[in-house]
């Protein structure tokens, strides 16, 4: 990290590195799942469920993008094994083993509301005190929340099914 990028952080700094290398292992666990779930998903909307799947596993693998470079800003290097995401992940990945699209729209939806949660707790870490991070959080979280709104749109679908 640069000399005057530094003296401005008010964040602690190994707290939020903490916090952003455990965003970056779920997001590359949000992406699998939902990469995976849309290979082997079965049933009920399934076209339409594996096209929102797609979208979001790139928008996630995005997430994962720009926390590795802020945290390599900030002076670490993002996690280089993935043995380590499940470690450092506390939104934990949800092996799609079974493949009827209802289960693995609410498997995703818990991600889902554990990355909110996630994305809330780093902006209000930085909030007034690293602008940089801050930003990338709260563009995360809004997307997120759109990916919430949209498992739970699938749910209210499969509920005319029943
Ligand atoms: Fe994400
Ligand atoms: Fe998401």
Redesign the pocket.
């Known amino acids: 990290m640069g000399e005057m990028a530094q003296k401005i952080s008010k964040v602690d700094k190994d707290e939020l590195l903490k916090a952003l290398q455990s965003a970056y292992a779920e997001?590359w666990l949000?992406y699998y799942q939902y990469w995976v779930g849309a290979k082997v998903a079965e049933g009920i909307e399934k076209s339409k469920v594996v096209e929102e799947f797609y979208e979001h596993a790139n928008?996630?693998l995005k997430?994962a993008d720009w926390l590795a470079e802020r945290i390599i800003q900030l002076g670490e290097t993002p996690l280089l094994d993935p043995k380590l995401w499940n470690e450092h992940a506390k939104c934990k990945y949800d092996a799609p083993s079974n493949p009827d699209t209802k289960v693995l729209v609410s498997q995703n939806l818990m991600a889902e509301r554990c990355?909110i949660g996630r994305y809330q707790q780093i902006c209000e870490m930085c909030q007034g005190k690293d602008y940089i991070t801050f930003n990338i959080s709260r563009k995360?979280l809004k997307?997120?929340i759109e990916h919430e709104q949209e498992m739970e749109d699938f749910e209210a679908d499969f509920e005319h099914y029943l």
């Open positions: 997001e949000a928008e996630e997430h990355a995360i997307e997120e």
